[in-house]
């Protein structure tokens, strides 16, 4: 894997771990008592966002090491999937 494929691939995971993490933890202004004029109701009274930074790249990180492991020392390769067929041998 190229220096490039794994910084791509790390940010998509990344990416993915965000939206993931995001909506943890979210209380609404109207659950919390406190609706700021001019926002709605549903938006976020405190949204934590250094918080989800911190475990959304920890999560990446330990979900890129793994993902890695597989790819670099060929614990999965597609001669492994039954009903892949290779596109050469088609």
């Not at 790390?10 to 209380?27: M, R, S, Y």
């Not at 700021?36 to 918080?51: L, M, N």
């Not at 090491?65 to 390769?77: F, K, M, N, S």
């Given at each position: 894997?190229?220096?490039?494929?794994?910084?791509?691939?790390?940010?998509?995971?990344?990416?993915?771990?965000?939206?993931?993490?995001?909506?943890?933890?979210?209380?609404?202004?109207?659950?919390?008592?406190?609706?700021?004029?001019g926002t709605?109701?549903?938006?976020?009274?405190?949204?934590?966002?250094?918080?989800?930074?911190?475990?959304?790249?920890?999560?990446a990180?330990?979900v890129?090491?793994?993902?890695?492991?597989?790819?670099?020392?060929?614990?999965?390769?597609?001669?492994d999937i039954?009903?892949?067929?290779?596109?050469?041998?088609?």
């Amino acid at each position: 894997m190229t220096v490039t494929s794994a910084i791509v691939l790390f940010a998509t995971i990344w990416a993915i771990t965000f939206f993931c993490v995001l909506p943890f933890g979210q209380v609404s202004q109207q659950e919390a008592g406190d609706v700021e004029p001019g926002t709605p109701a549903s938006a976020p009274s405190d949204a934590q966002i250094k918080r989800k930074l911190v475990i959304t790249t920890l999560t990446a990180i330990a979900v890129f090491a793994l993902v890695y492991g597989v790819l670099a020392y060929d614990v999965l390769t597609l001669d492994d999937i039954p009903w892949f067929t290779p596109p050469s041998a088609r």
